[in-house]
């Protein structure tokens, strides 16, 4: 049962939180913490001295950002379809999800690298957003700084808040006990059930905000979930390929194959880059996504970042399910 359950989570509780999005929306208060209590534990895990930058995670964030906006120019010039150029532009510059170390981390991936990424792509979309935005949709009306600090105050605490705090944790136990600070076995899955109970919720959001609250054309709503499709495939395999191509050293300075990256250890390095980078380029932050494009795009852009979330956990369900049934 629970081997059945950690395959198929994911759409099940995407599905869980669609339909049944107005039992479940009244919970949307507790998605911050959910997200970091989450991001606490799975930070534990890893010893801040072992985030370091690689090749791959500027070559994948560069080619992130040359295909966000390569492919809203491409799009806008080709069809004219405004809506349509917006989406699939947040589905490339989306940053990554916090909760991709999470998923790399049972796929054998490096919790260490992913986190590092995240940090850089949250951080770098904080930047880039609100300095390329106001060029794309003037009626925005807000100038850098503030759409700057707006993206951030976002972006921040969800980050930070959980990375410091665990940090202490770290440092408080090796103070006490002189010992490297070790996340029990029992409490190490935690981050996952949380992730799964966070996308029951957020979920209901994005049904809510982006079904409920709309009037959309059929045609644009199911031409941006197929483009969506694609891009989410692209964005995963580009990155798989970028990671195997580029291979990066996952072992930190308290490596331990188990409690870090559970099904890393028989792994070859440019494989755990490939699953790592993977992630980083395909798993996205779509919560961030829904606000960013209704706040500074054309609402109905939206979709593309709502149409996403279902097709990476697809995505990742899959993937989940292959490597529960390899073992």
């Given amino acids: 049962m629970k081997k059945f359950f950690d395959s198929n989570a994911l759409w099940l509780s995407m599905v869980i939180g669609a339909v049944g999005y107005k039992i479940f929306l009244p919970l949307k208060p507790t ?42 120019a491409g799009i806008l010039y080709l069809t004219d379809n405004t809506v349509l150029a917006q989406g699939l532009l947040m ?21 260490q690298n992913l986190t590092t990424f995240t940090l850089l792509s949250n951080f770098s979309t904080a930047i880039i957003v609100p300095a390329t935005f106001p060029l794309i949709n003037p009626v925005a009306g807000m100038s850098f700084w503030p759409a700057f600090l707006l993206i ?10 959980p990375f410091f705090a ?10 006490r006990t002189k010992k490297e600070f070790v996340l029990p076995t029992k409490i190490a899955v935690v981050p996952f059930y949380l992730w799964v109970a966070s996308i029951v919720v957020l979920s209901s959001v994005v049904t809510e905000t982006t079904i409920s609250n709309f009037k959309y054309q059929i045609s644009n ?35 331990q194959d188990v409690l870090i990256n559970p099904a890393a250890a028989p792994k070859t390095m440019a494989g755990v880059s490939s699953i790592t980078a993977g992630q980083a380029f395909g798993q996205k932050n779509t919560s961030l996504g829904v606000w960013m494009a209704n706040t500074f795009l054309d609402p109905m852009s939206s979709l593309g970042a709502a149409a996403y979330i279902i097709w990476q956990n697809i995505f990742n ?11």
């Avoid at 665990?166 to 103070?175: D, I, N, P, S, T």
């Avoid at 369900?317 to 073992?327: D, E, Y």
């Fill in 31 to 72: 998605l911050p913490w959910l997200i970091f209590f989450m991001l606490f534990f799975t930070f534990c895990k890893v010893n801040p001295l072992d985030l370091r930058l690689h090749k791959w995670h500027w070559v994948v964030l560069g080619t992130q950002l040359l295909f966000a906006f390569a492919s809203y």
């Fill in 91 to 111: 589905c490339f510059i989306m940053p990554t999800a916090t909760a991709a170390p999470i998923i790399a981390g049972k796929l054998g991936g490096s919790i």
């Fill in 152 to 161: 951030l105050s976002r972006v921040a605490p969800l980050l930070l808040v």
């Fill in 166 to 175: 665990a940090w202490l944790v770290r440092l408080a136990y090796k103070w």
């Fill in 221 to 255: 709503i199911l031409i941006l979930l197929v483009c969506s499709f694609f891009v989410c495939l692209i964005q995963f395999g580009l990155g798989k390929l970028i990671g195997y191509y580029l291979p990066a050293p996952s072992k930190g300075t308290d490596y």
């Fill in 317 to 327: 369900s899959t993937q989940l399910f292959i490597v529960a049934h390899k073992k």
